[in-house]
């Protein structure tokens, strides 16, 4: 009767120790910042980072679309290109052509050169061949000569011809061919200017053509860069806040897991933690799992992450070398250590039946063998921070048929 008093009273004198070690721990662990404080600075910057993921989204969705109008740009500046191609083969062509008539024009204006000389020594000859005839006392063929209104009526005055000798009629004949031929000499000449310079308007259209087109290319461009640069530097910035973002909120929760832990093992000692086992007091579970650790969920199932999108698992704040216990009986599968597991350090997984598997992750060491048969509730491993993580925990996962499900659906 006495052992069963004195039982209670040292029961009752545990419950009362509890609160008042836990008010007493509280802020010591925390510095000033409680629990429920933290956890509202979580709550808060998470928001912000979902709102900085949305403005990512938009962002994304926006250098998509300027992606796809500047892949449209280039469609068009490959047709204008191809454009200035042709405009500088015909430009090439044209420069040949006009190459080529003013070489003719020059050969033209020799031609009509000497075609001046030929006609003026012929007009020289006619003109001394009337002197002499004007010497030789030839009344008749000076009356001619005297009434004619100028040397084209006298050239074709019938009378004049009649009268003249063969030698006249020839220097004749020189004077009228030569005539006729620098006419026609001038005529050519004035055609191939015209047409000179017309090649030559021709060629500065098409000119300032390449030259439209060429600044109508550049323009394209320079406005796709900026586009798309600006948007990429808007990403950049935003990732860069959300990043940030993300470093405080995974900093404020390795706060959390330190208080949790120092009030889990405070609330142990003050509860006589020692007759229950190392590994404390089994939590079980309403789906039929007991929870591996005792302690509350610092990461929840699927949650997004800057390396990840969905978090495949949970994460339950513990103290550093925690026994872990077997969620439930059955084989180990899956035994690695932190240099072949990555991100889940020191690792363990358990085959409970046919379909179902349970995983642990981020162990200090481990506390059972590959192929070992365990019951529920055995030591298989004590937690720690190994592999990727911000401060001891345990990385807890169910697994069916191989594929990651809701731990709370089983816990």
Known sequence: MARRMASRVRVLLAAAAVPLLLWL?????????SSSTIQHRITSKQAQIRAKKGHEQVLSTDIAAYTSHINALEGDITVLQGRQVRLQSDLDAKRLQLAKIQGDLRAERLRLIRLKAKL?????QLAARLVQLYKSDRADIVTVVLNAHGMQDLIESADFMRRISDQDGRILDRVKIAKAESEQSAAHL?????QAQAIALSIQQRRDEVIRVKGQLVERQQVAQRARADKAGALASTRSQRHHLEDDVAALQRQQQRIAARIQAAAARAAGGAATGPAGPIRQGSG???????GPITSPFCESRAWESCHPGIDIGVPSGTPIRAAAAG???????????GGYG?????????TMSTCYAHQSRFATSMGASVSQGQVIGYTGCTGRCFGPHLHFEVRINGSVVNPMNYL
């Open 190 to 194: 004035a055609k191939l200017e015209k």
């Open 25 to 33: 721990v509280l802020p010591m662990v925390s510095n000033g910042a």
């Open 331 to 341: 084989r180990v599968v899956l035994m690695q250590g932190e240099a072949s597991s």
């Open 346 to 354: 020191n690792f363990t997984c358990i085959q409970h039946s046919a």
């Open 120 to 124: 003026a020594e012929a007009k020289r």
């Open 288 to 294: 039929g799992l007991i929870w591996p650790v005792n």
